[in-house]
């Protein structure tokens, strides 16, 4: 199958992840022609130099694997996972993820981290996560009755969460609450 309509233009383009990004959306779905990846592979990508040449190379393989998968529609995983829905089961909250090709992973091989969930008073807590088959299961005693989750949510985020190809989530968050970017003025 050949590539899309030449009438569709499609651009790509990689930026490091920033509190505003985050607040106003899922970036990958600001329009319907753009793949953009954000650079948040843990710490490390804070400590980088731009023209390092390892991370360069990961965020050309990353957009060329969203070109080649969405543009061209070429079978095979082209995105880090994408929570889909999330859902309450009991004191614990359950997330399902688009786009997460073989089933979620970490990417670093330790337990999963970079999750936060609260109630409906609004304040998080770091949680305790697992995978669980094809899904994350996140959960704290702090909060008995939760109702969102967020995960990678900080300045200088620590999850580890990505797919068993090695793509990485994007952060995310299943509320809707106002944020720090939400000012009107």
């Given at each position: 199958m050949g590539p899309r309509s030449a009438g569709q233009l499609r651009f790509s383009d990689t930026a490091l992840l920033q509190l505003r990004f985050r607040e106003n959306g899922d970036p990958l779905d600001l329009t319907r022609y753009s793949g953009i990846r954000l650079r948040h592979r843990g710490r490390e990508l804070f400590k980088i130099h731009l023209l390092q040449p390892t991370i360069v190379d990961w965020d050309g393989q990353r957009l060329a694997r969203w070109a080649l998968g969405d543009v061209y529609r070429v079978e095979g995983v082209y995105s880090g996972p994408l929570v889909e829905s999330a859902t309450v089961e009991g004191p614990r909250m359950r997330l399902r993820f688009r786009h997460g090709g073989s089933g979620p992973a970490t990417l670093d091989g330790k337990p999963l981290r970079g999750?936060?969930?609260?109630?409906?008073?609004?304040?998080?807590?770091?949680?305790?996560?697992?995978?669980?088959?094809?899904?994350?299961?996140?959960?704290?005693?702090?909060?008995?009755?939760?109702?969102?989750?967020?995960?990678?949510?900080?300045?200088?985020?620590?999850?580890?969460?990505?797919?068993?190809?090695?793509?990485?989530?994007?952060?995310?968050?299943?509320?809707?609450?106002?944020?720090l970017t939400n000012d009107p003025r």
């Amino acid at each position: 199958m050949g590539p899309r309509s030449a009438g569709q233009l499609r651009f790509s383009d990689t930026a490091l992840l920033q509190l505003r990004f985050r607040e106003n959306g899922d970036p990958l779905d600001l329009t319907r022609y753009s793949g953009i990846r954000l650079r948040h592979r843990g710490r490390e990508l804070f400590k980088i130099h731009l023209l390092q040449p390892t991370i360069v190379d990961w965020d050309g393989q990353r957009l060329a694997r969203w070109a080649l998968g969405d543009v061209y529609r070429v079978e095979g995983v082209y995105s880090g996972p994408l929570v889909e829905s999330a859902t309450v089961e009991g004191p614990r909250m359950r997330l399902r993820f688009r786009h997460g090709g073989s089933g979620p992973a970490t990417l670093d091989g330790k337990p999963l981290r970079g999750f936060a969930i609260a109630g409906l008073e609004g304040k998080f807590v770091w949680a305790d996560s697992r995978i669980d088959g094809d899904s994350v299961v996140v959960e704290s005693r702090e909060v008995p009755a939760p109702v969102a989750v967020r995960y990678a949510w900080a300045g200088n985020p620590d999850g580890n969460l990505g797919n068993r190809e090695g793509l990485p989530a994007s952060p995310f968050r299943t509320d809707e609450w106002p944020g720090l970017t939400n000012d009107p003025r």
